[in-house]
């Protein structure tokens, strides 16, 4: 019974996310971005829909591969098509439970998608501009503001960011072992 609820859950949460595309420009006119509400261990975090490509519950297998970075948990299959997967909380450097990890955002061009591995997708919800706060300090460099919603705070993550470090040390790393 409860693996039903969990698969109904999961459901639902994917029929949201691609109901999020598929909304009519007006919303976006109103100034409402949408957001995923993401966990790490204990941290709460904000994801822009707007910087991702898809999001998937992680049923395949993540076979590792031998590499110099750290943050790579290494590659999956999806729609036949080979992908490396990061962890996001350690590219956050937060401390991460490898086998924690459930979820996957997809980032990056389509011809060479980026997959980036977390605990756990709470909701999507919708935020205007004046709830999301610029940093004035820096929790790190992929977050790039905090977002007020209802009670709650979250870090914004800045996938855009991430991508673009991971496609730079990809080709630093190629160039060393050249």
Do not use: N
Not at 59 to 87: A, D, N, Q, W, Y
């Amino acid at each position: 019974m409860a693996a039903s609820k969990l698969e109904s859950k999961i459901e639902e949460m994917r029929r949201l996310f691609d109901e999020s595309f598929a909304a009519a420009p007006h919303e976006q006119v109103a100034g409402l971005e949408p957001m995923l509400a993401i966990t790490m261990g204990s941290d709460h975090f904000a994801v822009p829909v707007r910087e991702i490509s898809g999001l998937a519950t992680l049923t395949e297998k993540v076979v590792p591969v031998p590499s110099r970075v750290p943050e790579l948990l290494g590659l999956t299959g999806v729609r036949g098509i080979v992908v490396p997967v990061f962890s996001l909380a350690e590219l956050l450097g937060l401390k991460s439970q490898r086998e924690q990890a459930h979820w996957l955002v997809f980032c990056g061009e389509r011809q060479s998608p980026i997959a980036l591995a977390f605990d756990a997708m709470e909701r999507m919800f919708e935020v205007s501009s004046s709830e999301i706060i610029a940093r004035q300090e820096s929790r790190g460099r992929y977050i790039s503001a905090t977002v007020h919603h209802g009670a709650s705070l979250r870090a914004l993550i800045s996938i855009s960011a991430l991508v673009e470090h991971i496609k730079t040390r990809g080709a630093s790393e190629r160039r060393r072992s050249s």
